[in-house]
T-cell receptor, first 113, second 113 residues
Framework: RKEVEQDPGPFNVPEGATVAFNCTYS??????FFWYRQDCRKEPKLLMS???SGNEDGRFTAQLNRASQYISLLIRDSKLSDSATYLC??????????????FGSGTQLTVLP | DVKVTQSSRYLVKRTGEKVFLECVQD?????MFWYRQDPGLGLRLIYF???????EKGDIPEGYSVSREKKERFSLILESASTNQTSMYLC????????????FGDGTRLSIL
C-alpha cells in the first residue's frame, strides 16, 4: 500500500466549476499536511498547509480528518490558471524522521474554457 | 523568498561517469533534500541532511551518495551513472526541525546515455 494515495485523474472541468480532490495517508504518526501544486515540467510549489480545523485561502479550502487519515482540497470557481497537478503531502516516511515529507503521486487537473 | 538554486537545468552524461548535482539555498535552512521524479512514480526521496556533514537515507539511496560540507550547499553524487538514473532531480530545503514545508529548486533533468 502506498503511504499517500491520490486519485491520479485526470479531472477535466469547465471554468467556474467546483472540484474536489481527496487523499488518504497510512502513517498515523504524521503531524503536518500540505497541498502542493506542480505545473508541467516545473518544480512543486506549496499551495497551502492543512490544519486540523480546516482552513481556507481564497478559492481553496483544505480539510483534514485524522480519524480517517484523509485530506481533501476543494477548489471553487475554477480558473484556467488552476490547471496543474496537485500533490498531497504528509510528514514522516521510511526514515522515521519528522523532517521527511512523503508525496502522493498527484492528481492532474485541467480547467477547460 | 526562499531561493533554492540547482547548478544545471539540463545535463547529459554517459554510463559509468561520476556525476555531481549541486544545490544551494540562501535562507539558512537546516534541512536539505534530494528527490527524483519519474512519470507514474511521483517524487521519491533519495537522501536528506539536517546538519553539516550529516546525512540520512531516504527511500531510494542505492547508487547515490551525498555531501554537505557547508550549511547552504548539498551535493548529490552518482558514483557510476547508469541509464536507469535518467530522471528529473529536485533539491529542496526546509527550516530548523521537522513538520515544515519544503521549498524546491527548479530541477535538473539528467539524461544518462
Amino acid at each position: 500500500r502506498k503511504e499517500v494515495e491520490q486519485d491520479p485523474g485526470p479531472f477535466n472541468v469547465p471554468e467556474g466549476a467546483t472540484v474536489a480532490f481527496n487523499c488518504t495517508y497510512s502513517n498515523s504518526a504524521s503531524q503536518s499536511f500540505f497541498w502542493y501544486r506542480q505545473d508541467c515540467r516545473k518544480e512543486p510549489k506549496l499551495l497551502m498547509s492543512v490544519y486540523s480545523s480546516g482552513n481556507e485561502d481564497g478559492r481553496f479550502t483544505a480539510q483534514l480528518n485524522r480519524a480517517s487519515q484523509y485530506i481533501s482540497l476543494l477548489i471553487r470557481d475554477s480558473k484556467l490558471s488552476d490547471s496543474a497537478t496537485y500533490l498531497c503531502v504528509v510528514n514522516g516516511g521510511s526514515s522515521g524522521s519528522a523532517r521527511q515529507l512523503t508525496f502522493g503521486s498527484g492528481t492532474q487537473l485541467t480547467v477547460l474554457p | 523568498d526562499v531561493k533554492v538554486t540547482q547548478s544545471s537545468r539540463y545535463l547529459v552524461k554517459r554510463t559509468g561517469e561520476k556525476v555531481f548535482l549541486e544545490c544551494v539555498q540562501d535562507m539558512d535552512h537546516e534541512n536539505m533534500f534530494w528527490y527524483r521524479q519519474d512519470p507514474g512514480l511521483g517524487l521519491r526521496l533519495i537522501y536528506f541532511s539536517y546538519d553539516v556533514k550529516m546525512k540520512e537515507k531516504g527511500d531510494i539511496p542505492e547508487g547515490y551518495s551525498v555531501s554537505r560540507e557547508k550549511k547552504e550547499r548539498f551535493s548529490l553524487i552518482l558514483e557510476s551513472a547508469s541509464t536507469n538514473q535518467t530522471s528529473m532531480y529536485l533539491c529542496a530545503s526546509s527550516p530548523t526541525g521537522g513538520y515544515q514545508p519544503q521549498h524546491f529548486g527548479d530541477g535538473t533533468r539528467l539524461s544518462i546515455l
